[in-house]
């Protein structure tokens, strides 16, 4: 996907910022297709909070300086006790083993509700600043990649991030097409990655309208973005018409939907071989390329986590493995590792208050908007407005783990920084990563039946 349309959460408070990433909530949406599959749905969220919590928590401790002056004790403490809420309402909500509408809707309430308690911190903040008078000038933001006692001349994140973007004097006079320009110069296993993914990056800028960023725009962008939309087409014919079943749709006789879509795509490329110039675009036409960008950015995703909720399951079939622990590990960590690389490099760049801060915003919600989303969507999709499961099945056994073991990272963490004043000790970061490992063994030992778990 173009790097001018990830999608992240932004939430920006007092001294840090969080960033939460969409793919954990698609996956969670494709992984829930009916009872049997709740299992699989909680333990991708919840493995995957495990895993924040205490592999990517316990690096940053033990790779940056977490102290009193890195972290915003109240936002810490505000953070922590909202995600063990979180968690203490998908415990109660399951408990009885059948969910209801209003208590799915219950969640996106409760982050509504955190969103305002930020925001209402942040404007206290503000008044309390401006009515205090302070002769002191405190400089929050500093550069990442000087350290956390250089100041960046007043520069914001977001200004810093745009000029990182500005191509280079070599790149400006090369035409650079991310995954299909051949990279150059690059290492060897560079060049055998974009040999592997060429395919793929190829269908992205076939199907994903390219958008006017930072300079970025030639005849290649203007003729990518005229031949968009006959594979936007196809790609939502696939996506919301049950895969290859969509072409077969006919309207009210023998014309078929998927050829009004491929006329509808057409008339809109020829539309746009004339609103669209090789030259920087209308800005209202940048509007119309990035909304549509972003669109067909979510459908990729949701066509990339079905198939590998899909694989998944086809493994556990294959193997005789349950889908809950293949949710534990597979997805668990293939969806974490991105925020476990990120949070480090955000710590060990001079700012481990935000990486700790995002090892709690962006886990939180995705449990929160991962299930409550997928149950809409069933109840949507389904009649009835109760969800009924089995929560005493055995492949429930590791999703109650992962409760328990999420529960003891969260209350410890919040013990911990507590009592040692917001200076957690090294030990503490090797403790949370030995409870993570601790947790996969049993995890594993009760899937081949050697140390089997019965929960009540």
Known sequence: IHT???IYTYIH??????????????TAVAALNGPDDFALLLSGLIGASVFIST?????IILVSNVTRDTIDR?????DVTAYILVVA?????????????????????????????VVALGYIRKWRSKHMKRTTFFVED????????????????????????????????????????????????????????????????????????????SEWHRWFAVTSPIPMMILLVVICRSYWAGFTVDL??????????????????????????????????QIVLGVAAFVMSIAWMYLIANEVVSLMQAMGLLFGVDTAILGLTVLAIGNSVGDWVADTAVARAGKPGMGVASCFGSPLLNDVLGL??????????????TFIFDIHLSSFNEVKLSWIILAISLVSTLTVFVVSRFNPPRWYGVSLIYLYVVFMVFSVLDEANIVPMHFA
């Open 55 to 59: 592999v990517v928590l316990g690096t």
């Open 13 to 26: 408070t007092h001294t840090h910022t969080c960033y939460a990433g969409a793919p954990d909530i698609f």
């Open 142 to 217: 500093y550069d990442l990649h000087a350290g956390v006692d250089e100041p960046n001349n007043g520069s914001s994140i977001v200004e810093r991030i745009q000029q990182t973007l500005k191509p280079t004097p070599e790149q400006a006079d090369r035409v650079v097409l991310d995954g299909l320009t051949w990279p150059k110069g690059e290492h060897i296993a560079v060049k055998f990655q974009w040999f592997v993914e060429w395919p793929m990056s190829l269908l992205r800028w076939l199907s994903i309208p390219p958008c006017y960023h930072g300079g970025h725009w």
């Open 89 to 117: 309402l998908v415990v109660y909500v399951c408990f009885d083993e059948q969910i209801k509408l209003y208590e799915a809707i219950l969640f996106p309430l409760f982050y509504l509700s955190y969103i305002g308690v």
């Open 372 to 385: 409550s989303i997928s149950l809409l969507v069933t109840f949507a999709t389904r009649s009835g407005h």
């Open 74 to 78: 109240l936002d810490f403490i505000r």
């Open 252 to 285: 009210g006789g023998d014309f078929p939907l998927f050829a009004l879509l491929m006329i509808i795509g057409f008339l809109l490329s020829i539309v746009l071989f004339f609103l669209v110039s090789s030259k920087q675009p209308h800005w209202i036409m």
């Open 4 to 6: 001018h349309t990830y």
